[in-house]
Each structure stands twice: as structure tokens, then as C-alpha cells.
């Protein structure tokens, strides 16, 4: 393999990890909120809001269940409008962001609705306000569960981002298809699946790692 096409491969590389670090970070801000407020506000829940939730999740439901490269396409005129081309590395970060958004918040619902329900029994008898056992028992005991939920989504963002690559994105997917399928440089596809899986590994067990180290430090193990 040339020099040339090595650094093509780095650069790439460094493509992929900017669309999925900002994706995520975005993501996260917007689908953790959602995620917590789909978990309390059912019928009888701390935050008793039925028909928004129903609303809500229907809007979640909906946008998961587009094919992400189908969801590239439509949303074009909204990824124009929103970062000025449908083409390019900051542009892939719009649809990656909207398919962050509520995957992330998902996950987040289910993390926190397996928090033991005596914990929040036992924080209202005590008086506390349904914020204070959002933020002070149902997101902490729930932060493990999350971490390995933000962990997944990140691996999912990975592999999105190459598709990205068929539709005018940049990244791993881009060259991939550029060079590996279309020129017939198999050495180039193989490179940038073994990329991608090295990405996907580091960021699996970096995920595991911080979840253990936070299941640690969760309020419940302080206390016994």
C-alpha cells in the first residue's frame, strides 16, 4: 500500500472519529433528557404526563424505525439547510445526530426504569421533590446501565457513519467504497474494516471499563 493511500487511511480515520464523537455528543445531550423524561412520565410516574409521553414515544418509535440510509436521503433539505451542503463530513453528522438522538434516548428509558422501585419509594416517603429523585437516585443508580447504553450507540454510530460514505459522506465508508469496491483495491477494503473494528473494540472496552468504575461509585454501594 503507497504512502499516499496510508495517509488517505489516517485521514479518514480522523473523518469517522470527529462525525461520531460530535454525533454523539449531541446525541446525548438531547436523548438522555428524552430518555428520562419517557421513563417518568407515564400515568402515576414522578413527572405524570401520559399524553405527552405517548406522544413522545410515537415521535421515537417513528424516527427509529427509518433505515438509516433511507433517513440520509430524506432529510437532505434539512442537512442543507442546517449545515450549508448534503455533502462532506459535517454534513454526515445530521443524520448521525437525528439517528443518535432517539437510539440514545431509548436506551437511556430502559436504563432507568430498571432502577429498583423501593429506592423511589423510600426518597418520597422522605420528602424528596420529583427532580430531587431524578437527579439524586434515578440517574446515579442508573448511570451504569447508561454508560453501556452511550457505549452502544457509539459502536451503532460507528457503523453508520461508514454507510454515510455510500451517500456523500467522508470517513471510512467513503473510502471503502471509493477505492475497495469501486477501483478493486481489496487491500483498501480490508484496511478499513480492520479500522473499524480496532475503533469498535477500544470503544467497547473502554464502555465496560468506565461502567464498572461507575457501578463502583453508585450511591447503593456507598451506603452498605
Do not use: H
Request: with cysteine.
Amino acid at each position: 500500500m503507497s504512502a499516499n493511500l496510508i495517509n488517505m487511511l489516517m485521514e479518514a480515520t480522523w473523518q469517522t472519529v470527529y462525525m461520531v464523537a460530535v454525533a454523539t455528543v449531541i446525541g446525548a445531550v438531547f436523548g438522555i433528557p428524552i430518555g428520562v423524561f419517557l421513563a417518568c412520565s407515564q400515568r402515576g410516574e414522578l413527572l405524570s404526563a401520559p399524553l405527552v409521553n405517548k406522544v413522545l414515544g410515537v415521535i421515537v418509535n417513528a424516527t427509529r424505525s427509518v433505515p438509516f440510509i433511507i433517513l440520509v436521503v430524506s432529510i437532505i433539505p434539512v442537512t442543507r439547510f442546517i449545515a450549508g451542503t448534503s455533502i462532506g463530513t459535517t454534513a454526515a453528522i445530521v443524520p448521525l445526530t437525528i439517528a443518535a438522538i432517539p437510539f440514545i434516548g431509548r436506551l437511556v428509558e430502559n436504563a432507568i426504569r430498571e432502577v429498583d422501585s423501593g429506592l423511589i419509594e423510600a426518597a418520597r416517603a422522605m420528602g424528596a421533590t420529583p427532580m430531587q429523585i431524578i437527579r439524586k437516585v434515578l440517574i446515579p443508580e442508573a448511570l451504569p446501565g447508561i454508560t453501556l447504553g452511550l457505549t452502544l450507540a457509539v459502536v451503532s454510530l460507528i457503523g453508520y457513519s461508514a454507510m454515510v460514505g455510500a451517500v456523500g459522506g467522508e470517513g471510512l465508508g467513503d473510502l471503502g467504497i471509493r477505492y475497495g469496491y469501486q477501483r478493486f483495491m481489496p487491500s483498501v477494503m480490508l484496511a478499513v474494516v480492520v479500522i473499524l473494528i480496532v475503533m469498535v473494540q477500544l470503544v467497547q472496552t473502554a464502555g465496560e471499563f468506565l461502567a464498572r468504575r461507575v457501578d463502583k461509585r453508585a450511591p447503593r454501594n456507598r451506603g452498605r
